[in-house]
């Protein structure tokens, strides 16, 4: 990974990117960075707070920040799902090896359906994530230079999916 700089997973709340993220850098024998886990760290604060009290602009800017400070590690990044989404987060990602996680509306669903710590999606959570691949699989793509699928098979099925492709990329 050394000539590469870190790896990179992007994708929507759900998609499994920190899980993946932390068994694909134990795979690889480097660190993990959650750019989600960053932001709390850094503010001491829950990131539905931070949307309650500051607004999703004011998070945006912070989480671009860590994004920005997490890019700078040979690690797997783990980013938000609506990360990729902001203009200057896209813009840190050209030249870096990223990874989008793709995995299907039903999956997504009921992944995130028992969880709390996802302000966005706190009511209708099928239609929220409907509008949420609309808007974002575009810039998803836009900065992927690996796209893998995420079903409801066992993550390492993922985790070695991505393992083989940055052995040939």
């Given amino acids: 990974m050394s000539a590469r700089g870190p790896v990179v997973l992007v994708g929507l709340p759900g998609a499994g990117k920190s899980k993946v ?55 797997v990044v783990s980013l938000g799902g609506g990360a990729a989404a902001t203009p200057a987060v896209r813009d840190l990602l050209a030249g870096h090896t990223v990874v989008y996680i793709d995995a299907p509306h039903e999956e997504l ?9 996802r302000p966005l999606l706190a009511e209708d959570p099928s239609g929220t994530l409907a509008r949420l691949r609309t808007e974002r699989e575009p810039h998803y793509r836009s900065v992927a230079t690996i796209v893998v699928e995420s079903g409801p098979g066992p993550v390492d099925d993922v985790v070695t999916a991505i393992a083989q492709q940055l052995e040939h990329s």
């Fill in 21 to 75: 993220g932390r068994l694909l850098a134990e795979r690889l024998g480097v660190s993990h960075i959650d750019t989600d886990a960053l932001v709390v760290e850094r503010e001491r604060r829950d990131i539905a707070e931070i949307f309650a009290s500051d607004g999703e602009a004011a998070f945006r800017a912070m989480e671009t920040e860590v994004v920005a400070q997490a890019l700078t590690n040979e690690a």
């Fill in 109 to 117: 669903v009921r992944r995130t359906a028992s969880k709390t710590h």
